[in-house]
Nanobody, 123 residues
Framework: QVQLVESGGGLVQAGGSLRLSCAAS????????VGWFRQPPGKEREFVAH????????IYADSVKGRFTISRDNAKNTVYLQMNSLKAEDTAVYYC????????????????WGQGTQVTVSS
């Protein structure tokens, strides 16, 4: 069982930056691709970004492309989400998820989820 723990959320002004971390408890977690999702207040959870096992491939939702960067350090069992030029509409609870998926944007395909971390962007 892989346990994922997100951290790095907080309150930031529009235009600012945050870096989220997703740390895995299992030493085999580096064997999984990882995705980031978010759930804005009153809305459904949505896909943000996904990184492949080797970090050779990354994909992003159009809404964050060019502003967010996903990366991973397999030696540390950690995946990061660097968020720059934050906007009020980026306010959400951010979740990381791990699993071997066919469609990275489909949350149902992920096996393991973290508890989420709150990101609030003030305008």
């Amino acid at each position: 069982q892989v346990q994922l723990v997100e951290s790095g959320g907080g309150l930031v002004q529009a235009g600012g930056s945050l870096r989220l971390s997703c740390a895995a408890s299992d030493r085999t977690s580096h064997m999984y691709p990882v995705g980031w999702f978010r759930q804005p207040p009153g809305k459904e959870r949505e896909f943000v970004a996904h990184i492949s096992l080797s970090a050779s491939s990354a994909i992003y939702a159009d809404s964050v492309k060019g502003r967010f960067t996903i990366s991973r350090d397999n030696a540390k069992n950690t995946v990061y989400l660097q968020m720059n030029s934050l906007k009020a509409e980026d306010t959400a609870v951010y979740y990381c998820a791990a699993g071997v998926v066919v469609r990275p944007g489909k949350e149902d395909e992920y096996d393991y989820w973290g508890q989420g971390t709150q990101v609030t962007v003030s305008s």
